[in-house]
């Protein structure tokens, strides 16, 4: 069963990634991009993980956006993928890119430190 939620959510994915570039028409969406998806046990539930470039209010309102399009974004979706039930979507935001950025701005101090001593 858990092939089949990993290959749901890749597919799940990459069609959200195209409805959010080219269907939704709103441009409080910014640099939106799917990160990733992930299933309930029972398929009818994907929270999904929206990467988001700019400052915080920018990042607030596309989340905001996307929930308040996601009727027209599971509608899309349910057109173009062949599941007996689109699951439910929760947009949520993705902060990896940040957490990886400060990771490396602290190695970066660090290395620094110890090449400076």
């Known amino acids: 069963m858990r ?41 009818s539930y994907a929270e999904v993980r929206i990467s988001v470039l700019g400052d915080d209010e920018t990042r607030t309102a596309s ?27 929760r947009f949520t935001l993705d902060r990896g890119a940040e957490h990886s950025q400060r990771i490396s701005d602290i190695l970066e101090n660090l290395y620094g430190d110890v090449e400076g001593s």
């Open 63 to 89: 989340i905001a956006t996307l929930c308040r399009a996601k009727g027209f974004i599971r509608t899309c979706l349910a057109r173009s993928v062949r599941l007996r039930t689109v699951p439910e979507l």
């Open 3 to 43: 092939k089949r939620t990993e290959k749901v959510g890749d597919l799940l994915r990459s069609e959200l990634a195209r409805i959010i570039r080219h269907e939704v028409r709103d441009p409080r969406v910014g640099l939106a991009t799917v990160a990733r998806v992930e299933l309930s046990g029972d398929l």
